[in-house]
């Protein structure tokens, strides 16, 4: 039998006309076949936008109406959309009609891809590439418990490492755990608390620590100091530290890792995707020391032990070798440390004119505004029934008038949250900033005035959180 060939009278597939024709039952077809929630839940808010189009930091509407992207896919698209240079290497991949994913050959974009990874990872010296931020922390997670031979594995309260059940086991959000029981043997303990730590430690069954260094939930950053002696206690120990970048990493910061802007801080494991894809194709990476690797590798008859179906494949190698030379040449996290000066700055400075407004942290291009009880009377009942209905209504309240009248996207950061969490590409300047610090000025001088525009919405808010009990 021949090998089948494409019939030369076969109609093409036409993926331009197939989203022509059917693209406008976007959020019909998400509620019949998908998480019916999710349409509901922006129809809600008001978030049901169609977009057609989007670069760099933006989007763009079928009327031509741009929005500002200060969310980012929730910190996968760095560079921002369709950077040319990413681009360009996707397409090159694909006409280079590779061998790829022979799972019996060793292709040479892998090993580059990890080459230059590395050069930005002082200490550490192998890669395993995955698919994502879940499973890069899934391999983490192994390699401990194995090379360590310890079962339990310790993480930060209000962390979050992913919704696999491993990475889902590390996870310090009840909201997402409830219901996916039994979990892993792992154990919280609160970011920057050393003495629970070290109480832990002395159990002897802890194969690791794993932390994020700036928390994703409420941008909440390791305290100084924190990084450093929590890995001197488990060294002590003979337990890892495992430092979770899947958001943090790739210049997000203002430096290449978020540890790094502690000295002496060497982990025995570090996780990383989001960015690393470009906003192409899915990739994850678990870089590790090499006595690490040799353990859990330790033999040809444990080749395959760990492994992944489309980890390493050429696309998503490509995609991150475009990425870190972007990253280079454009000497990306050096601006995003800048801009996020810029940014953090002018927004702190409005933290004594706006009694709702409580605090401004994070570093780099990852920041949180907090908001927090108001001082005087009639906004301090407002603020008390939104509160009485569900914590963080109000986040909400601003993050919607931001759509909706000034067209940025931000996002409330997790659940039950007081704290917006600004994740934009890394390549904003300071005309997106400035586009920003306006609107979000705009926002809360509506929300202190009394006007109502703000708290009418939020009556709506609190009607759907009474109706959702």
């Not at 129809?43 to 169609?50: A, N, R, S, Y």
């Not at 990476?285 to 040799?294: M, N, R």
């Not at 990253?327 to 004119?353: C, F, P, W, Y």
């Not at 009694?355 to 008390?384: A, Y």
Request: glycine fraction near 10%; include cysteine; charge should be negative.
């Amino acid at each position: 039998m021949t090998t089948l060939e494409p019939a030369a009278d076969t109609e093409e597939f036409d993926l331009g006309g197939l989203l022509a024709e059917r693209g406008a039952e976007r959020y019909e077809l998400h509620a019949r076949y998908l998480n019916h929630q999710l349409p509901r839940m922006l129809h809600t808010i008001g978030f049901d936008k169609v977009y057609e189009r989007a670069e760099g930091a933006y989007f763009w509407d079928a009327d031509g109406a741009d929005y500002l992207d200060m969310l980012a896919g929730f910190g996968v698209m760095g560079l921002g959309r369709h950077h040319p240079v990413v681009r360009k290497a996707l397409h090159d991949a694909l006409d280079a009609g590779l061998a790829d994913l022979t799972r019996f050959d060793c292709q040479p974009l892998p090993g580059l891809l990890a080459e230059k990874l590395l050069t930005h990872s002082p200490h550490l010296d192998r890669v395993f590439f995955g698919n994502s931020g879940t499973e890069a922390v899934e391999t983490a997670l192994k390699f401990a418990r194995y090379a360590t031979g310890r079962p339990r594995v310790l993480y930060c309260d209000h962390a979050f490492h992913g919704l696999t059940t491993g990475s889902l086991s590390v996870n310090g959000e009840d909201g997402f755990r409830d219901g996916f029981a039994p979990l892993l043997p792992d154990t919280a303990v609160p970011l920057g608390d050393l003495d629970a730590l070290a109480r832990e430690l002395r159990k002897g069954d802890v194969a690791a620590l794993i932390v994020e260094p700036i928390q994703g939930k409420g941008v909440h950053e390791a305290p100084p100091g924190y990084l450093r002696a929590a890995q001197e206690l488990l060294h002590r120990n003979r337990a890892l530290l495992i430092v979770d970048e899947v958001q943090t990493g790739l210049g997000r910061t203002g430096d290449f890792y978020a540890y790094q802007h502690e000295d002496g801080v060497e982990p025995d494991l570090v996780c990383v995707a989001k960015a690393l894809s470009g906003g192409y194709v899915p990739v994850g990476a678990t870089l590790g020391k090499d006595w690490i690797f040799k353990k859990v590798y330790s033999s040809m008859d444990r080749v395959l032990v760990h492994s992944a179906s489309f980890g390493s494949n050429a696309q998503a190698m490509a995609a991150g070798l475009a990425v870190l030379s972007v990253m280079e040449n454009e000497q990306i996290v050096a601006h995003a440390r800048a801009m996020g000066e810029l940014l953090k700055s002018r927004l702190t400075s409005l933290v004594d004119k706006y009694e709702l407004l409580s605090d401004v942290r994070g570093r780099g291009l990852m920041i949180g505004i907090e908001f927090g009880r108001p001082k005087s009377l009639k906004l301090r009942s407002r603020w008390t029934m939104l509160q009485a209905a569900r914590k963080g209504l109000f986040a909400q309240m601003v993050v919607v008038p931001l759509l909706r009248r000034h067209r940025i996207l931000t996002q409330v950061s997790g659940d039950h949250l007081e704290v917006i969490k600004l994740i934009p590409p890394l390549v904003i300047g300071e005309r997106e900033v400035d586009r920003f610090v306006a609107a979000f000025t705009e926002v809360m001088d509506d929300a202190h005035s009394g006007s109502g525009l703000m708290w009418d919405f939020g009556r709506t808010l609190v009607k759907q959180a009474v109706a959702n009990r």
